[in-house]
């Protein structure tokens, strides 16, 4: 039997609920302490945030972790107008992974930072003249996230996704290029490096953004 996922917050009775997926290292109490419940709580929006512990969790079992989908998504989603996933840093690859890994799953995405993968990883595909031009084979398939970068080939055009950075975030080139794979209106990027001072003005941006209307 699967043991029960530890998560922080409160689902409530609200009628959309955000599961967000913390960055490597970081604790799902941190999203709290940053104050990402509060800034929901100022604007008054019927949203519920739930943080994920995913410690010992790794990428490469992520995309088939079916606890998260069974747990969590799938009993919020019978029970809500809507249920989004996100992340942080890693935990924004890891919720793309998901996405990937359950098409239908959730109803809109929100990446603040998401790590774009390894150098060797985006040189696969650079090697090969970029993402629209690369074919996986069966051996890249085997890298966790070059399935994420198959799925960003065509990610489904319907779903909503909210994916932005830091302008001096260290990964910044990169994340950039995962941005690109969306539609302009969901990129966005404010000052700041891969650090809590450019998550959280991305957090404020994501819930002005009109997802969560009273």
Known sequence: MTAPLRTVGTTGSAAHLLVMLPGMAMRPEELFEAGFADAIARRGLPLGLLALDVSGISLGAADTWDALQHQILAPARAARTSVWLGGISLGGMIAMAHAAAHPGAVDGLCLLAPYPGSRPSVNVMDRAGGPDRWQPTPDDL???ELRVWQWLQRP????????????????????????????PAARHTVAGGHDWRAWRALWERFLDAGHFSP
């Open 142 to 144: 085997r890298d966790p």
């Open 156 to 183: 489904p055009p319907g779903l909503p996704v909210f994916v932005g950075h830091g302008t001096e975030d260290r990964f910044a080139a990169r994340i950039q290029r995962v941005a690109e794979r969306f539609a």
